[in-house]
């Protein structure tokens, strides 16, 4: 008995660090991205959109940072017209 509880234990262990990891490098960053496009799609276009790492994350962030330089600009060009 001492054996299965020994491996439930390393396995609830094991199983807490990958969600605290996962938590960490994907759903929050995910989730701040997620927050500052519902704020850019209200027109708030001062926001700084962190690009935090090089991964898909930070891919995606820098590609949010180029839709919003666009938007940006477009507004610009409605504006002059």
Known sequence: YKLIITSLLLIIAVSLATAVVINKMILSPI????????KISIGNLDLEIPIESKDEIGLLADAFARMKVSMEFAIKQLRKR
């Open 31 to 38: 989730g701040r991205l997620t927050d500052i496009a519902n």
